[in-house]
């Protein structure tokens, strides 16, 4: 049973406002490591520890007051000139924020938390009397960045020797500004970097082992925070479409009656009309509910990248930009684990040490980038540095090696095309495997979370300055633009993402490459798929048109009999009985039924003996013919 029989309540809004300060917390400790003598940010950081003490204290989670009182005691000491901050200081403090992090993911499970380890709560209070010598020494520091990942999947191969097996030596040149900067590789000494000797020697980390603490639920949120403003509108609209049912019922039953004369048609006309603005607007306005700011999964990576470069000796800052942009809810919260993953190998594999920059006439601080804006239907997000960039040649060669793709493919890719060759799965494996690096997360583990969101990824980088890794998503889930095609007189829905444009299959123009189909587009050499075949059909004509669709890692042609233009379709998943490419159903507005393709499943067998690809150099064994 709950320790919180009774309080269930108010423990979800203790906690959703309680993680909320952390973060800020986290975020501004971040900034007063730069900025140590700024008493506003030691205010802000001395209320934030007060408020959630006082909200432990409501609920009787002593243990977490006991951590919160002795940091705000700690905190008042500083922002009164009693104490002055040092990095060994600022370790015992973010060790703080993690067990009380820790300690709210206890709480969410319904249970009150267990004790803090005692070495932190002495050092805590050692550390407020004034007593810096008697702190405990420190276990490994990068146990906060660590602690809010998730477990790596056993078997996936490990993605972050990438950077020690294809990156050339740094070259000294300019940096790239922060802005269009991004992901960068590690030279060719090795995988997992060791700190320098002169790295600082972090202070206080809870002991690891005998048990450990159980960290923050991985349960998604079922709860939302909506502007009282959004919720206003749609009550509006709803009453207003109120009166316009009424309308459109007097209506009916006046045409019932016999009266049917131009006046009453006309009636009819505008009652339907302004029932179809008001439902359209409603609908924006509720899809306006699940939107969030995306700053709010923003807040949190400052705090990783700071800790995972403490532990390197690196100097790090990580540039948020457009907290402001919003994003589905769900959304947010499945580009936790690829952001997470993409932001640690910038700041461990991508950055060089403050004396590789220093002999490249680089500055000292690396830049690391976190960006996001809205492009039209789409998000874009983007993860930057200004580090070693990636060497094309040298990841061509290394896929070869890997029996990836053949010395012949390799030839025909450009450096954009030989950059997506890290997202294939297997293009790098590690027998090494750091603390900081973890176990087997592969690239091709980010991408396909990025694709599970219909989204898709770009690469793109320069030796000796860096790499950028460009993420767009639709801005909602619950609404996917589509493509509707035709078989026969039979529509399908296509992810608008994934097309680039539209063009007639001329048959003298099709040509036979290893006896399989493929068409030159602007010197580009695709393969022709017949949609027929794919879904496993008999293929009965020839297809007259083609979809050229564009992944994260290949380019190809589908081919259609006609097209039944664009839609906005909104998704309705087959919950007890799914067949194997199909995404989900939506509805026509003359009610038909139309299936909503998932092509990365039906493209998985028509690529598996012959994987094209990259750039579209081979062709698939389903081809039009």
């Not at 924006?284 to 700071?306: D, E, H």
């Not at 035709?486 to 539209?502: H, K, M, N, T």
Request: with cysteine.
């Amino acid at each position: 049973m709950s320790d919180f029989a009774g309080m269930e309540d108010l423990l979800q809004d203790f906690l959703q406002e309680a993680n909320d300060l952390l973060s800020d917390v986290d975020n501004k400790l971040v900034d007063l490591e730069k900025s140590p003598d700024d008493r506003g940010l030691l205010n802000d950081i001395f209320r934030g520890f007060h408020t959630i003490k006082g909200g432990a204290g409501f609920l009787n989670a002593t243990e977490l007051v006991t951590v919160c009182h002795r940091t705000e005691t700690l905190f008042d000491k500083l922002r009164n000139g009693e104490l002055s901050l040092s990095p060994e200081l600022m370790d015992m403090i973010m060790a703080a924020t993690k067990t009380v992090r820790d300690m709210f993911g206890e709480l969410s499970s319904g249970v009150q938390p267990s004790p803090a380890e005692a070495d932190l709560l002495e050092n805590l209070k050692a550390a407020a009397e004034g007593n810096l010598e008697a702190l405990a020494p420190p276990p490994v520091a990068a146990q906060a960045a660590q602690a809010v990942l998730p477990a790596d999947k056993p078997g996936d191969p490990n993605w972050e020797a990438l950077h020690a097996s294809v990156s050339g030596e740094a070259k000294s040149g300019e940096v790239i500004p922060a802005a269009t900067v991004i992901h960068s590789a590690e030279n060719e000494s090795g995988g997992g970097q060791e700190p320098p000797k002169s790295a600082p020697k972090p202070v206080v980390a809870p002991k690891s082992g005998g048990g450990g603490r159980r960290v923050e639920s991985a349960t998604r949120e079922n709860t939302i925070r909506v502007d009282t403003a959004r919720l206003d509108q749609v009550l509006n609209l709803s009453g207003e479409i109120g009166l316009t049912k009424n309308r459109l019922t007097s209506l009916r039953a006046d045409i019932l009656g016999g009266k049917n004369d131009s006046e009453t048609l006309h009636a009819l006309d505008q009652a339907v009309s302004q029932l179809d603005l008001l439902v359209s607007d409603l609908q924006n306005s509720v899809m306006k509910t699940r939107m969030q700011p995306i700053g709010r999964l923003f807040q949190k990576y400052p705090r990783i990248a700071r800790d995972l470069a403490r532990q390197l000796g690196k100097d790090v800052e990580l540039v948020l930009a457009g907290e402001e942009t919003e994003v589905d809810k769900n959304m947010i919260e499945d580009l936790s684990d690829p952001l997470i993953h993409l932001i640690r190998n910038a700041v461990d594999h991508g950055v060089e040490s403050p004396d590789e920059r220093a002999a490249n006439g680089k500055p000292a601080k690396s830049l690391v980038r976190l960006e996001a804006r809205q492009e039209g239907d789409h998000i874009v997000l983007i993860v930057a540095d200004d580090g070693h960039g990636m060497n094309a040649e040298r990841i061509r060669a290394k896929a070869v090696e890997k029996g990836l793709i053949t010395e012949e493919e390799a030839n025909t890719l450009d450096d954009r095309q030989s950059f997506n060759l890290i997202l294939l799965p297997g293009f790098s494996t590690k027998t090494e495997i750091s603390d900081v690096s973890g176990r087997g997360v592969g690239m091709d583990v980010v991408k396909t979370n990025i694709q599970k969101l219909n989204g898709s990824i770009d690469i793109r980088s320069e030796p000796g300055k860096g790499s950028v890794f460009l993420i767009s998503l639709p801005l909602t889930l619950a609404i996917l633009p589509v493509l509707l095609v035709l078989l026969g007189d039979q529509p399908f829905a296509l992810p608008l993402s994934l097309v680039r444009e539209i063009l007639p299959i001329e048959r003298d123009k099709v040509q036979e490459v290893g006896g399989k189909s493929t068409l030159v587009v602007r010197g580009e050499i695709l393969p022709v798929i017949s949609l027929v075949r794919l879904l496993g059909w008999t293929q009965e004509r020839y297809p007259e048109y083609g979809v050229l669709m564009q992944t994260a890692e290949r380019s190809f042609i589908l081919g259609v009999d006609s097209f039944a233009g664009r839609d906005d379709a909104v998704i309705k998943s087959l919950e007890d009985f799914r067949p194997r490419g199909v995404a989900g159903v939506t509805t026509l507005s003359n009610g038909q039924i139309v299936l909503i393709l998932d092509m990365k499943e039906l493209l998985s067998d028509a690529f598996q003996q012959l994987d094209i690809g990259r750039g579209g150099s081979r062709v698939p064994s389903l081809d039009v013919a």
